[in-house]
């Protein structure tokens, strides 16, 4: 298994807004994808914004020789404190699901804290992706691949998916993500804004039943 990662922190009041209940020391966050689709791209631009927005932050990537389209892992976390842990994340709090056939091969809400957020790329609609699942997540979909085909013209989903995260969570502002999206896109970076726009626009986000 090889993993990079990064963490740091720069004063500064912008890009943080953590509301929907999302007040919290450190939060983790998976994502589930497949080599190509750029999940560990999704991981790095949030945390470069949350650092760039005054928060401590770590993503890396966890995958082994895998060839191009084989499930892989990502993982971030956000954090109003130094991060002094290493490890892949087990139990986290939010969990992103890039490609909608891993939910048939992959059980991505292992772990998965009770009263978390499951996120997916999905055509199909919330009834359908909630009656696979107890009543223990909230749960928000969107039709990113639909997006990323018409926006970008390829279906990759990883900047579509960040828009999908900061509607169901608001860890941090879409405006926070101008400076990460333009240093790893370059003249693509609007396409890119767009995606992540439409994306955060379209989520459909469904909470959790208390009994």
């Given at each position: 298994m090889t993993s990079v990662s990064f963490c740091g922190k720069i004063n500064s009041p912008l890009g943080w807004a953590p509301s929907r209940g999302y007040i919290?020391?450190?939060?983790?966050?998976?994502?589930?994808?497949?080599?190509?689709?750029?999940?560990?791209?999704?991981?790095?631009?949030?945390a470069l914004a949350a650092i760039n927005g005054g928060r401590y932050a770590q993503a890396f990537p966890s995958f082994g020789p895998e060839r191009r389209g084989a499930?892989?892992?990502?993982?971030?976390?956000?954090?109003?404190e130094p991060i002094k842990i290493r490890a892949d994340i087990r139990q986290p709090d939010v969990v992103v699901v890039l490609d909608p056939s891993l939910l048939r091969i992959v059980k991505v809400t292992a772990g998965l804290k009770e009263g978390g957020t499951l996120i997916v790329n999905t055509k199909k609609s919330l009834a359908e992706i909630k009656?696979?699942?107890d009543n223990k997540y909230r749960v928000a979909i969107v039709d990113a691949s639909s997006i990323a085909l018409k926006v970008l013209g390829v279906p990759?989903?990883?900047?579509?998916?960040?828009?999908?995260?900061?509607?169901?969570?608001?860890?941090?502002?879409l405006e926070s993500l101008a400076e990460p999206?333009?240093?790893?896109?370059?003249?693509?970076?609007?396409?890119?804004?767009?995606?992540m726009r439409q994306a955060f626009e379209q989520t459909q986000i469904a909470e959790r039943q208390h009994a």
């Open positions: 919290f020391e450190m939060l983790e966050i998976r994502f589930h994808g497949r080599g190509g689709q750029g999940a560990v791209t999704s991981v790095e631009l949030v499930p892989v892992l990502a993982f971030l976390r956000l954090s109003e009656q696979n699942l990759i989903t990883n900047t579509t998916m960040v828009g999908a995260l900061l509607k169901a969570t608001g860890i941090i502002t999206l333009k240093h790893r896109f370059g003249l693509l970076a609007e396409r890119n804004a767009q995606a």
